[in-house]
């Protein structure tokens, strides 16, 4: 407001003080104009302004996500009609920050999607599940996966008439690929022997 005080003014107590007492409504003023008009736009809208377009869109408010996944959700919901390719998919799914490699097999109608485990979080694996849901036809198995290593050193002594194994556990989480290496030792000679042991879990929806 000072700034736009004409020059005449200058000097004058009464004309100062006025403005700076005006200065902090105008300013509160113009920042809830503002957000009104961000509240417009997805990418810039709060949370008021995110609800507002969830109960548009029929979508229940979910305060606990993240303002950026509740954007996601908003954006998913306001895709425009395109004709559904396995390319347009993919790019789909690369759009929403979804760490997915996506692949197909056209005899066995299935489509499968391979993640890794420390990466995909549980925001991004609903927004893989609710675009795999409205865009893949009906006719087609959904195969979401999820990928982790983990390595165990076990040495084993392995005497005549005797079998040893290792086994590991691990808890489900959609689908679980785990790897566990042990090298043998038979007697005092280290021969260049492992065990690869693969675990596939699936949760059911």
Do not use: C
């Not at 391979?114 to 849901?133: F, G, P």
């Not at 040893?164 to 679980?176: C, D, G, H, L, R």
């Amino acid at each position: 407001m000072l700034e736009l005080m004409p020059n005449y003014y200058d000097g004058v107590q009464e004309m100062i003080a006025l403005l700076k007492a005006e200065e902090t409504g105008f300013n509160r003023v113009e920042n809830e104009t503002t957000r009104l008009l961000l509240n417009t736009f997805v990418d810039q809208a709060d949370s008021d302004g995110l609800s507002i377009m969830e109960t548009q869109l029929h979508i229940d408010t979910d305060l606990s996500l993240s303002l950026e996944s509740r954007r996601y959700a908003i954006k998913m919901r306001m895709l425009p009609p395109h004709p559904i390719t396995f390319k347009y998919l993919k790019d789909l799914i690369k759009s929403f920050n979804i760490p997915a490699d996506v692949q197909r097999d056209v005899q066995k109608q299935v489509l499968t999607t391979i993640s890794d485990y420390d990466v995909l979080t549980k925001e991004q694996l609903d927004r893989l599940k609710y675009l795999l849901n409205v865009y893949v036809p009906a006719n087609m198995v959904l195969d979401i996966r999820t990928t982790a290593s983990a390595t165990s050193q076990i040495r084993l002594t392995i005497l005549t008439g005797m079998t040893s194994y290792v086994q590991t556990e691990i808890p489900a989480k959609t689908s679980w690929t785990a790897d566990s290496t042990e090298r043998l030792y038979m007697g005092a000679v280290s021969p260049a022997t492992t065990i690869s042991t693969e675990i596939n879990a699936k949760e059911a929806d």
